[in-house]
T-cell receptor, first 117, second 113 residues
Framework: GESVGLHLPTLSVQEGDNSIINCAYSNSASDYFIWYKQESGKGPQFIIDIRSNMDKRQGQRVTVLLNKTVKHLSLQIAATQPGDSAVYFCAEIIGPQSGGSNYKLTFGKGTLLTVNP | DTGVSQNPRHKITKRGQNVTFRCDPISEHNRLYWYRQTLGQGPEFLTYFQNEAQLEKSRLLSDRFSAERPKGSFSTLEIQRTEQGDSAMYLC???????????FGSGTQLSVL
């Protein structure tokens, strides 16, 4: 079964607000996590990544937090814009040294983010 | 545009027909992946290549599916004797190394009638 899951299937926010999308994972050996954004009819687009030896990583308007104690990952989007409306996936990679299979990326089901103007 | 190109974008076929999709990865990327995605779900791993070698295949990849990457550059995914359950978005991705981020193409949407 999937080891990566999301707490909420949908999230609706007002334009300008901050958004937080959560993700739980079950395999404590996961080495690497990636957040992807997918717009309708398009492939997943890389947003930000974080490795298991980090707790926080920031990009442009996005921050990923990793809490290995509770196996939880979150994506924070600052000043959410209508163009941020999409499905967001967290994905994990478990490396061979941690029992994984050749760095295969495994996705959860996704959260649909809707930004209201 | 991520630099990963997939063709065709859409394919409609009748049950029992064979279909072939093509993926052109980012040129310097030696890893190439195929994923399948159905509506409302995350992408599911099918198979991947390290250069021209196919190193892993998912149990989702039945005998009717075959993938090749003959020269370590572009890849093709063929589905023989298509079934309605094969209807999905087929995504290709490439990466520079074994633990590097994957860049996805826009996918090929397959509809089997």
């Amino acid at each position: 079964g999937e080891s990566v899951g999301l707490h909420l299937p949908t999230l609706s926010v007002q334009e300008g607000d901050n958004s937080i999308i959560n993700c739980a994972y079950s395999n404590s050996a996961s080495d690497y996590f990636i957040w992807y954004k997918q717009e309708s009819g398009k492939g997943p687009q890389f947003i930000i990544d974080i490795r298991s030896n980090m707790d926080k990583r920031q990009g442009q308007r996005v921050t990923v937090l990793l809490n290995k104690t509770v196996k939880h990952l979150s994506l924070q989007i600052a000043a959410t814009q209508p163009g941020d409306s999409a499905v967001y996936f967290c994905a994990e990679i478990i490396g061979p040294q941690s029992g994984g299979s050749n760095y295969k990326l495994t996705f959860g089901k996704g959260t649909l983010l809707t930004v209201n103007p | 545009d991520t630099g990963v190109s997939q063709n065709p974008r859409h394919k409609i076929t009748k049950r029992g027909q064979n279909v072939t999709f093509r993926c052109d990865p980012i040129s310097e990327h030696n890893r190439l992946y195929w994923y399948r995605q159905t509506l409302g779900q995350g992408p599911e791993f099918l198979t991947y290549f390290q250069n021209e070698a196919q190193l892993e295949k998912s149990r989702l990849l039945s005998d009717r599916f075959s993938a090749e990457r003959p020269k370590g550059s572009f890849s093709t995914l063929e589905i023989q004797r298509t079934e309605q359950g094969d209807s999905a978005m087929y995504l290709c991705a490439s990466s520079l190394g074994y633990d590097e981020k994957l860049f996805f193409g826009s996918g090929t949407q397959l509809s089997v009638l």
